[in-house]
């Protein structure tokens, strides 16, 4: 694995957010940018003649119909370049060199090549059709998260520097690697670091709490602590825009996508709620 960070740019309006986060982090980390746009099989496939024209009109269409599909995959990779080179220049006009990758297909099985070789996924909360969705997450987001290997990092629409984060901790592994890793990263060095625990308070989850400051301390940061109860996604989001925090940081997605649908899920009402980016690990 390198330090490598991979940045999803779509051309949305997230985009710009996208790159904006990227520059922050290289500039923490040192780490190299690695910029990617993915052209759908929908935006390359070929037209279906499914049998409903007729045999000779049919062999009249297909040289046609194969042509504008030819079209179409030229101009579908033309916008392509131009989405990677127009986050490239943004990227550049702030002093940081980035790569560019036009992949053809899945998003989730580039992003699972990708990784391999990287530290850190970047993407927008949502997609081309954010303006038109503001209550859904973007369609490869959950997808992406329930399936990184490497944390996922999820751009909020508009970029603000970021000195206070919120680490919403409740004592599971993915919570416990976020607080592991938040502890060793340059990218949060000298950054004003809080632990909040959405639970019964007790004795256990008191030494849970205290357990996360002291690996924390161990780091070099002098974490605030709350424990809280309640419903863990209000309390959360609540804290989040009483607190004037700039970054969320949290374990994803405990339960199965099943459970998720029938009860909800936390990880994605807090990508959901919060106007802040979030950090997610499993």
């Not at 990708?114 to 369609?139: C, M, N, Y």
């Not at 690996?215 to 940061?221: I, K, P, Q």
């Not at 969320?248 to 009860?263: E, K, Q």
Request: hydrophobic content about 45%.
């Amino acid at each position: 694995m390198t330090d490598k960070i991979i940045a999803l740019v779509d051309g949305s309006i997230y985009s710009k957010s996208v790159c904006e986060n990227a520059i922050w982090i290289a500039s923490r980390t040192g780490a190299p940018v690695e910029l990617i746009h993915v052209l759908g099989r929908r935006e390359t496939s070929s037209s279906d003649l499914s049998g409903t024209i007729a045999l000779g009109a049919r062999t009249a269409l297909l040289e046609e119909l194969s042509a504008l599909d030819e079209q179409r995959a030229k101009l579908a990779q033309k916008k392509g370049r131009a989405i990677l080179e127009d986050a490239q220049a943004i990227l550049a006009e702030a002093g940081i060199e980035a790569s560019v990758k036009l992949r053809n297909g899945d998003l989730l099985e580039t992003v699972e090549e990708a990784e391999k070789q990287a530290s850190l996924v970047l993407i927008g909360k949502r997609g081309e059709a954010a303006d038109f969705a503001k209550l859904h997450l973007g369609s490869n987001l959950e997808r992406i998260a329930r399936s990184a290997i490497r944390p996922v990092y999820v751009a909020a629409r508009t970029y603000r520097p970021v000195s206070r984060v919120l680490i919403a901790y409740d004592g599971g592994p993915s919570a416990l690697r976020a607080v592991e890793h938040v502890a060793r990263s340059r990218m949060f060095a000298g950054l004003d670091i809080h632990l909040l625990m959405v639970a019964t308070d007790t004795a256990e989850n008191r030494r849970k709490l205290d357990g996360a400051k002291a690996v924390l301390s161990a780091g070099g940061f002098d974490a605030g602590t709350e424990l809280l109860s309640g419903q863990p996604d209000k309390c959360i989001s609540q804290h989040v825009e009483s607190e004037n925090m700039d970054l969320l940081v949290m374990g994803a997605y405990g339960h199965s996508r099943i459970r998720s649908m029938i009860i909800g899920s936390t990880t994605s009402e807090m990508i959901r709620a919060c106007k802040i980016p979030v950090m997610l690990f499993r």
